[in-house]
Structures are given as C-alpha cells and as structure tokens.
C-alpha cells in the first residue's frame, strides 16, 4: 500500500491547483468516515465501562445488561460494517463534474446512513421488547436497582422505553425522507444549486422535526399536568414547560426564516461593489481600455483579500470577513483574480462556483481560493480567449494604475499595495509561480516602489 497516494487521496491540499470543491466533499466524507469508525470502537469501550458499572454499583441483572449490551455491540459492529461500504463507494466517485459527483457523494452519505439507522431502530426495538418481556413476566426483577425509587412503577419504565424506541424511529424516518428527497435533486445543475437544494431539504426536515417536537412537549405537558404519576410541583411543571417550549418555538421560526432566506439565493456573482470610501470602486472604472496601448501581460487567478489595516474591518466595503444571517450572506470582497497589463492592475470577480455568496458552512470565496483554483483559472482562460476587453473590465470591481501606486510589497504568499490617496489593499495567493511572474514584471513599472521581501 501506497500510503504517500493513500494520504493524498484523503487529506484535502490546498496546494494543489487541480481540486475541485466536489473533490473537497469528497475527501471530508471519507475523512468523517475514517473518524466515526475510529470513534465507535471508542464507543465499545464506554459500553463495557458502564455495563460494569451498572452490575456493580446499581445491582442491575446480568441478563438485563447481556440484552442491552448485547443490542448496542451489535448496532456497533453494523455501523462499522456499513461506514467501511460508504468509505468504498464514495472512494470510486469521479469529481470531474463537480455538481454530478456532490449529488452522487449526498446519496451515497445518506443512504448508508439510512440503512443503518433503520437496522439500529430494529435491534434496538427487538432488545427493547424482550428486556419488557422478561420484566412483565417477572422473568427479571429489578427491585433490588438502587437508582430505580418505589413511586416508579412497571408504567413509568414501560413509559420511557417507548420514548426511547420511539426517538430511533423518528431518526429512522427522517433519515429515509432526506434520502427520498436527495435523491430527487435534478442531475445536471451546478454544485452551488446542488448544494443549496440538499441545504432545502436539512431545512424542511428541521422544521417538520421541530414541529413535532413542539407537538409532543404540549402532549407531555398536558399529560403530567393532569397526572399525579410523578408528583412534581405545578410551578416547576409550569417554569420547564416555559423554558422548553420556548426553546423550540423559538429554532422552529428561526429555521422557517433560514429556509426562506435560503430559497431566495440567486448565485449571481457579477454584481459590482459600489462602495464609497473602500477605495477605487467599479463605478469610477472607465469599461473602455484609458489607453489605447493598453494588454494584459500576465494573469493571477486564485486571490482572497486580506486586512489591510485593521480599521477595514469596520467598513463594509473592505470587511474581508465573511458573514451570514440565518445561513445566509455573501462577502463584500469577493474579487478572485489579477489581471496585469501594461498600465494598470484590473482585480476581477470570475464568475466561478457560488460567486461571492455565504451559505451555512461554506464561505464560497475561500471554498474556491484554497480548493477550486481550477475553475477559476478555467473561466480567467476561456475570457482572455473568447471576450474582449471591455467584457474583462466589466467583471473589475476596481483597478489600480501604476503611476497612483505609492507601494508595492511581495511576500512568499501575499501582496501589499498602498495608494497615494491613503488605501491599502491585501491578498493572500497560493500558487509560487505567481510570485516570480511578479517579479518579472512589476519592477520595469514601478521602479523604485516595487520590493520584493
């Protein structure tokens, strides 16, 4: 085994110019994977641990525990047995096409999840029936279990484990109409619709759960209210109630603003920045060359702004940390690449996958600067080749002449460029081959303000 290719079949490399965002989700599921089969036998362990404790200390039967202990090493071992399938099946899957193959790694996640879920809810409902089985028929007698108090009755055990059966089938359910609906995303659409339908569908599930959940605490509610089974204090039944209904009402409005806001996303990147005291902006750009000598010498594709100076972080124009509302926001910096010409440096936003938007956990200007240089450097390509320069100039969300350049800093992975009218501007790059075109060509334009660290 080659484990040099192995690593990096697994391990996401944002040296690389060659991944792709579809490559990412790969390499993260089999990573989660590798982590949950290492974490249930850690799992194993803690089992062990507290069937020890439960036949020491709280005088439970063998029996009793050789049936849940029995059930869980069972449940275990199937779930094992099934993230080693998903880890086999998702290894196969191709990225060439970045939206095809997330759509085929969401499946193949979900339905390995499912089956597993359901064989848990069917072990654990069999385990559960026999262990009431035996208790009702006074096959076991538990009695003599210390943490179990006189008031609670066969009633009260039965009670809670229906709710714990109950609790693995509705994680079963769920887990079976997310992979029903997954499986329905439309093939052929772009990874960032993919990604905001499997979004959709978490969001749905949320809601109809919470749903439910809000269901059955009013249930329970109304059940221990009226009952005098566990004879806790009304104004303590009241606060709890208070609290926890509260809680969930509150996610459950929360989430139905977060799908809303979700479904309105319209991945439309070349919306320009019409800031006012951010520094040159694209309103001020002339979209016709200023110089009628004016080419491009050379092209950067693959940059993420950084803090210049610490009060940008204060200007929504220059903020370069992303944010979101409710799973949804967008970067105010969303600029991707450099295009170097002869009097001037144009700093473009290449419409490539989810343009400069922010949804749940993916910041897609960082997803396509630390892993998807590939696309960008693509679409920078195919635009040099097929458009003219005024169609460049109309993705710039703002340039910079040479001759209004105070200084120009290049260091190992960034560049520093302050203006003589008080901007600074930062980026972060990946790829050293640009820094030693920088060098290459910069000096001969700005001279003495250029310096190379």
Do not use: W
Not at 135 to 154: F, H, M, R, T
Not at 310 to 329: M, N
Not at 395 to 406: C, N, P, V
Request: proline content about 2%.
């Amino acid at each position: 085994m080659n484990l040099r290719q192995t690593f990096n079949n697994i391990v996401p490399n944002p040296f690389s110019d060659k991944s792709t965002l579809s490559d990412l989700e790969k390499k993260i599921s089999l990573i989660k994977g590798s982590f949950n089969i290492f974490s249930i036998f850690l799992r194993l362990v803690v089992l062990f641990i507290i069937a020890f404790i439960l036949k020491n200390y709280f005088n439970v039967p063998i029996l009793a525990i050789y049936i849940l202990l029995g059930v869980e090493v069972f449940i275990t071992l199937i779930k094992v047995y099934f993230y080693f399938k998903a880890i086999k099946a998702i290894n196969i899957v191709g990225t060439k096409d970045s939206g095809l193959s997330y759509r085929r790694i969401l499946i193949i996640n979900e339905y390995y999840t499912t089956i597993q879920s359901g064989i848990t809810f069917i072990a654990s409902f069999i385990g559960i029936c026999l262990l009431f089985f035996l208790v009702y028929n006074k096959i076991l007698n538990l009695n003599n279990i210390i943490i179990l108090a006189n008031e609670i009755n066969l009633l009260v055990i039965g009670c809670v484990l229906l709710f714990f059966i109950t609790l693995r089938l509705l994680a079963f359910v769920t887990f079976y109409i997310r992979y029903r609906l997954i499986k329905k995303i439309p093939e052929g659409i772009k990874f960032e619709k993919v990604n905001q339908n499997y979004n959709l569908i978490l969001a749905k599930v949320n809601i109809v759960k919470l749903s439910i959940l809000v269901g059955v605490v009013l249930i329970i509610f109304t059940l221990i209210y009226f009952s005098d089974v566990l004879r806790i204090p009304l104004n303590i039944i009241l606060i709890g109630f208070a609290f926890i209904f509260s809680a969930l009402f509150l996610a459950l409005i929360f989430n139905i603003f977060s799908y809303q806001r979700l479904r309105r996303v319209n991945f439309v990147n070349n919306d320009i920045l019409l800031g006012e005291d951010g520094g040159p902006s694209a309103k001020n750009i002339n979209l016709s060359p200023k110089y009628r000598d004016e080419e491009v010498l050379a092209t950067i594709f693959g940059i993420n702004r950084a803090m210049a100076r610490f009060k940008d972080v204060f200007k929504k124009e220059t903020r370069v940390i992303s944010s979101s509302f409710l799973g949804v926001g967008k970067t105010s910096c969303p600029e991707n690449s450099i295009l170097i010409t002869n009097h001037r440096l144009l700093f473009l936003q290449l419409p490539v996958t989810g343009g400069d938007k922010v949804i749940e956990n993916i910041t897609y200007i960082v997803r396509n600067f630390l892993f998807n240089r590939a696309e960008i450097m693509e679409k920078g390509e195919e635009l040099l080749e097929t458009d003219s320069f005024e169609k460049i100039l109309e993705l710039t969300r703002y340039d910079i002449f040479y001759k209004d350049i105070k200084s120009f800093i290049l260091t190992r992975f960034s560049i520093k460029i302050k203006t003589f009218d008080g901007h600074s501007f930062a980026y972060f790059f990946i790829d050293k081959k640009y820094r030693e075109l920088l060098n290459k060509i910069l000096p001969q334009y700005l001279k003495g303000k250029y310096e190379s660290k």
